[in-house]
């Protein structure tokens, strides 16, 4: 077995470039990586303790999971419990969130309490999928469906080619507003009420865009396009109308 000599001088040199927390999850990172090498495994974390009911009963049943949707892995996540022959929708909810950049810091709570409802969903006999976009992380994804934080999709997932249903709704993100068993109770209401139905340019699935397979380059070119300052784009149109005129 070799560890490279520059690996060991690289590590000191990366943690002096990143926070504690980054330092440590590095080194945890080249120590479990060294013991594979050996074929051992780094101590597991201790399973923690559960005395809350629904803690304990999400750890029996199998909690209802909260997927990360990224725009490398949407469609198959959305895809994945969906039946080839399925005639029932598969109902997915997913909660377009974000962080500082895109939700100016407003979104973390209600994220928060929409993972914690995945918790009482796995209670229920009949529950939604559930997923999370974040826009901060994915820009790209969020532009090419046009979606805006603070909005949970109600995707109605059927095999193709048949039209994919979704409503959206925009969630009251202060502070108290939105509880774990606001998403838990408007699921149980069982109707659409209080929710747009989506069926814009932009619908991943059905939209005139996403069927000509331009939401991806059209997603790169607003994220582009927003993340140009104004002062450069000015330079840019004035620099056009100047070589016109
Ligand atoms: C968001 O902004 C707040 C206040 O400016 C800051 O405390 C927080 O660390 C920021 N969060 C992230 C993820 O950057
Ligand atoms: C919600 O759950 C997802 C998936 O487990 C996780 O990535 C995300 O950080 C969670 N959000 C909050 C605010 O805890
Ligand atoms: C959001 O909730 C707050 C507090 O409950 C309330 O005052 C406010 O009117 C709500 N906003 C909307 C848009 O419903």
């Not at 999971?65 to 990224?70: A, F, G, H, M, R």
């Not at 974040?134 to 193709?160: E, F, H, K």
């Not at 932009?202 to 104004?230: E, T």
């Amino acid at each position: 077995m070799r560890l490279s000599t520059s690996a060991v001088l690289a590590l000191p040199l990366l943690a002096a470039a990143q926070g504690p927390l980054e330092q440590f999850e590095q080194y945890k990172a080249q120590f479990q990586n060294f013991l594979s090498n050996f074929g051992a495994k780094a101590p597991a974390e201790a399973p923690s303790v559960k005395t809350n009911p629904v803690q304990a009963a999400e750890a029996a049943i199998g909690a209802t999971q909260v997927d990360v949707l990224t725009l490398s892995n949407w469609k198959d996540v959305l895809n994945g419990p969906v039946k080839a022959d399925s005639t029932t929708p598969t109902e997915w909810w997913v909660f377009i969130s974000g962080g500082n950049k895109t939700c100016f810091g407003h979104c973390e709570k209600v994220e928060k309490a929409f993972n914690a409802s995945a918790a009482k969903f796995a209670l229920l006999p009949k529950a939604p999928h559930m997923a999370i976009i974040n826009c901060d992380d994915q820009p790209v994804l969020c532009n090419s469906w046009s979606a805006s934080s603070g909005t949970v999709w109600a995707i109605d997932m059927v095999p193709p080619p048949a039209p994919v249903e979704i409503y959206r709704k925009r969630m009251n993100l202060t502070a108290t507003a939105t509880t774990d068993q606001t998403f838990v109770d408007l699921y149980n209401k069982g109707d659409k009420e209080g929710w747009s139905y989506h069926d814009g340019y932009f619908h991943p699935f059905n939209g005139p865009l996403a069927k000509n397979g331009l939401s991806v380059p059209l997603g790169y070119f607003f994220y582009v396009f927003n993340a140009i300052p104004s002062w450069a784009m000015m330079l840019v149109v004035s620099f056009f109308s100047r070589n016109i005129m």
